[in-house]
């Protein structure tokens, strides 16, 4: 097993490697980080010593080289492949742990000259990460210090890390140097060519009429109604994000970037009846998003709602006709996926960060309570749903629906008080029995005790509070069952 490690941010690096070396892991390394390793009796190998060059050009060019492209790229069950590494002295990398240059750091300071920036563009740190990201089903990359220890931890049970963590960690390259990239352009369009982003649509207004705005970025491909606003092309991320987290047929109702109803069914018409059930009062002149093309039948069910706008991949041509009766009702057709960065605006600037596509699935879970839960499929459902409800978040369910939502509350009692009566009005009959989830720990036990008194019986919340045993010791008092995810899902 050979590593390539190669960071400007060196948080959890030496014992990262420390880690690999005990496992018999040949390391490779460069400039600083072959230092900071070799200072704390990590071996390493050079990078010069594997290409035959010295770094140069001040550091400009070090790992562009056939024998480290080579080794990332190789197909391993390739025999053309095998034979052309082999003739040239090729090794294979199997792990890649690359940060880059710290560009963003660098602009957002006001006294950055040209130059300097300049030098803080990253050119073999995401040449790397994208060939070893390509060849992901051969090679583990890291571009995130948080991934060292759980990499480790695969490492040192299994000896191989699973493909469904090296897909993950691919995906989350992509994006990160998509990101990366878009600071780049973004800075050099303002220092080289002072140039504003391309607007795409002027609106009518921002959130509210005194606000003057306009939308930047991809159309949308929109087949009837008014104009999009401001609100609705928010909107309509929110139903987007939701539906797109499942394979069967979803339909998610969104107000306000929160889902007042989100369901799963057999058909996407049984999926809105029961998304619609959750609380029909607040979808009205709410964002509608389904994850199928919209039927006819659908359309019938929608038209007798006020809604803003139905997002979904498609609509059959009776659908669109039906639809197109209301004259204001705006329609989106469009692929729901969206895997770039999440980008938020702050008074002075911009926050990047990578999307939040982490899913659980039952093998995540860990049981803390007496008694097992016997529903893990409408848990899940739950789980999902709750990622994408505003902090501090609680989601009542079943039978694949959603009953109650508590979004955005200061604390989680008064989330939970939320879901509870939003349950109370439309769905009282369903809430014995019903499954609660979480976005973050429970800090005191009082959510599992109110949550006994209206008869959930299962929750799901990630743990990781000093007084988890206290929720732990709560539930099995009231023969509750409880999981922890170990991630947390705030949303803000």
């Known amino acids: 097993m050979r590593a390539l490690v190669s960071v400007s941010d060196k948080t959890g690096v030496v014992e990262f490697c420390q880690g690999l070396a005990e496992l018999g892991c040949e390391i490779i390394s460069t400039g600083g980080t072959a230092k900071v390793l070799k200072e704390n009796g990590v071996k390493t190998l050079d990078i010069s010593e594997v290409t035959g060059f010295p770094e140069m050009?001040?550091?400009?060019?070090?790992?562009?080289?056939?024998?480290?492209?080579?080794?990332?790229?190789?197909?391993?069950?390739?025999?053309?492949?095998?034979?052309?590494?082999?003739k040239h002295d090729i090794t294979f990398i199997d792990i890649v742990a690359v940060n880059l240059y710290p560009f963003e750091q660098t602009v957002a300071k006001p006294d950055t000259a040209l130059a300097e920036a300049i030098e803080n563009i990253d050119i073999g740190g995401p040449s790397m990460l994208r060939s070893a990201?390509?060849?992901?089903?051969?090679?583990?990359?890291?571009?995130?210090?948080?991934?060292?220890?759980?990499?480790?931890?695969?490492?040192?049970?299994?000896?191989?890390?699973?493909?469904?963590?090296?897909?993950?960690?691919?995906?989350?390259?992509?994006?990160?140097?998509?990101?990366?990239?878009?600071?780049?352009?973004?800075?050099?369009?303002?220092?080289?060519?002072?140039?504003?982003?391309?607007?795409?649509?002027?609106?009518?207004?921002?959130?509210?009429?005194?606000?003057?705005?306009?939308?930047?970025?991809?159309?949308?491909?929109?087949?009837?109604?008014?104009?999009?606003?401001?609100?609705?092309?928010?909107?309509?991320?929110?139903?987007?994000?939701?539906?797109?987290?499942?394979?069967?047929?979803?339909?998610?109702?969104?107000?306000?970037?929160?889902?007042?109803?989100?369901?799963?069914?057999?058909?996407?018409?049984?999926?809105?009846?029961?998304?619609?059930?959750?609380?029909?009062?607040?979808?009205?002149?709410g964002i509608v998003g389904v994850n199928r093309p919209v039927s006819a039948e659908l359309a019938?069910?929608?038209?007798?709602?006020?809604?803003?706008?139905?997002?979904?991949?498609?609509?059959?041509?009776?659908?669109?006709?039906?639809?197109?009766?209301?004259?204001?009702?705006?329609?989106?057709?469009?692929?729901?996926?969206?895997?770039?960065?999440?980008?938020?605006?702050?008074?002075?600037?911009?926050?990047?960060?990578?999307?939040?596509?982490?899913?659980?699935?039952?093998?995540?879970?860990?049981?803390?309570?007496?008694?097992?839960?016997q529903d893990l499929r409408n848990l899940l459902f739950a789980w999902k749903i709750c990622r994408h409800v505003k902090s501090n978040a609680i989601v009542l369910a079943r039978d694949g629906a959603t009953i109650g939502v508590g979004a955005g509350q200061m604390s989680r009692i008064d989330a939970l008080d939320c879901a509870v009566k939003k349950a109370r009005e439309h769905n009282a009959e369903k809430l014995p029995g019903c499954l609660l989830a979480s976005d973050a720990y429970f800090p005191f036990r009082d959510v599992v005790d109110s949550a006994a008194k209206i008869g959930v019986r299962e929750i799901i919340q990630p743990g990781g509070s000093v007084r988890d045993a206290e929720s732990i010791a709560a539930c099995d008092e009231h023969g509750l069952a409880m999981v922890f995810t170990g991630r947390r899902h705030f949303k803000h």
């Open 57 to 86: 050009l001040d550091g400009r060019v070090k790992t562009l080289h056939p024998k480290i492209h080579g080794g990332l790229l190789a197909l391993r069950d390739n025999p053309e492949h095998a034979a052309v590494c082999r």
């Open 133 to 285: 990201a390509k060849n992901y089903r051969a090679v583990t990359v890291l571009t995130d210090p948080k991934d060292y220890a759980p990499v480790l931890a695969e490492l040192r049970k299994n000896k191989t890390v699973p493909l469904e963590v090296k897909e993950y960690l691919a995906v989350k390259v992509f994006e990160r140097t998509a990101a990366y990239d878009k600071a780049i352009s973004d800075y050099l369009n303002k220092a080289l060519l002072h140039k504003t982003p391309t607007i795409t649509q002027t609106l009518r207004y921002g959130e509210n009429p005194h606000q003057n705005a306009v939308y930047i970025g991809k159309p949308y491909t929109q087949l009837h109604g008014k104009e999009l606003s401001f609100n609705n092309i928010i909107d309509i991320d929110a139903a987007q994000n939701i539906v797109a987290d499942f394979d069967e047929p979803a339909v998610a109702i969104v107000k306000h970037t929160n889902p007042c109803g989100a369901a799963i069914g057999a058909t996407p018409e049984e999926a809105y009846d029961k998304a619609l059930a959750c609380d029909p009062v607040s979808a009205y002149g």
């Open 300 to 373: 019938e069910r929608v038209a007798k709602l006020f809604v803003e706008v139905v997002v979904a991949p498609d609509f059959t041509p009776d659908a669109l006709a039906k639809l197109r009766e209301k004259k204001n009702i705006r329609l989106i057709k469009t692929d729901l996926t969206y895997n770039g960065p999440d980008v938020k605006r702050t008074n002075n600037g911009y926050l990047v960060q990578d999307r939040d596509r982490m899913l659980t699935a039952e093998k995540d879970l860990r049981l803390q309570t007496k008694k097992s839960p």
